[in-house]
């Protein structure tokens, strides 16, 4: 099975900032990545598919990048709104993993 | 509008069973892959099962292998979840969720809100 590994476990950072989540797989998955946000008691939202193509209604502060096993996650100016847990995923195989999830706080 | 709504939770003593049902609503249900994905309490995000559009293929979990089937009836826009052998640590919210595909690169673009499982004797 692929693992997908996020760092950090969580972060802290403050409204206005730029952040990154990495996304490592254990094997090459091509551009087979998608991120995903979840607020509290809500359902996930996807984000990111194909490493770096936007889903159509989400903000372009939201970008992707990478290719093969390292992929990357960033918010070019952090929003109120944009404190949530944020999950990569992986699509290559039919076993579609997700990485553990990266919480995103306010400092 | 296109919707997804979970149910058939609830509390089943381990070793049991349970069946979960996903009704679609607002799109054209027979032509997308559909997925489970679950998350226990104050954890992460765990894939679970899919299947493709027909019904024909499936793929699961290793957790759930053996022990879960997934089904669909086309003609009711219904996903379903059976569930057996149950264990604690199956307890989770259990969400449905549709897979698009564009260019080859399957996203799940649609979920539910959700259905609680707990495994509890």
């Known amino acids: 099975d692929i693992q997908m590994t996020q760092s950090p476990s969580s972060l802290s950072a403050s409204v206005g900032d730029r952040v990154t989540i990495t996304c490592r797989a254990s094997q090459s998955i091509s551009n087979y990545l998608n991120w995903y946000q979840q607020k509290p008691g809500k359902a996930p939202k996807v984000l990111i598919y194909?490493?770096?193509s936007l889903q159509s209604g989400v903000p372009s502060r939201f970008s992707g990048s990478g290719s093969g096993t390292d992929f990357t996650l960033t918010i070019s100016s952090l929003q109120p709104e944009d404190f949530a847990t944020y999950y990569c995923?992986?699509?290559?195989?039919?076993?579609?993993?997700f990485g553990q999830g990266t919480k995103l706080e306010i400092k | 509008e296109v919707q997804l709504v979970e149910s058939g939770g609830g509390l089943v003593q381990p070793g049991g069973s349970l069946r979960l049902s996903c009704a679609a609503s607002g799109f054209t249900f027979s032509s997308y892959w559909m997925h489970w994905v679950r998350q226990a309490p104050g954890k992460g995000l765990v894939w679970v099962s899919r299947?493709?559009?027909?019904?024909?293929?499936?793929s699961y979990a290793d957790s759930v292998k053996g022990r879960f089937t997934i089904s669909r009836d086309n003609a009711k826009n219904t996903l379903y979840l059976q569930m057996n052998t149950l264990r604690a640590e199956d307890t989770a919210v259990y969400y449905c969720a549709r897979a698009t595909v564009t260019m080859y690169y399957y996203y799940m673009d649609v979920w539910g809100k959700g259905t609680t499982v707990t495994v509890s004797s």
């Open positions: 995923q992986q699509s290559y195989s039919a076993l579609y993993t």
């Open positions: 299947i493709n559009s027909d019904g024909t293929s499936t």
């Open positions: 194909a490493a770096s």
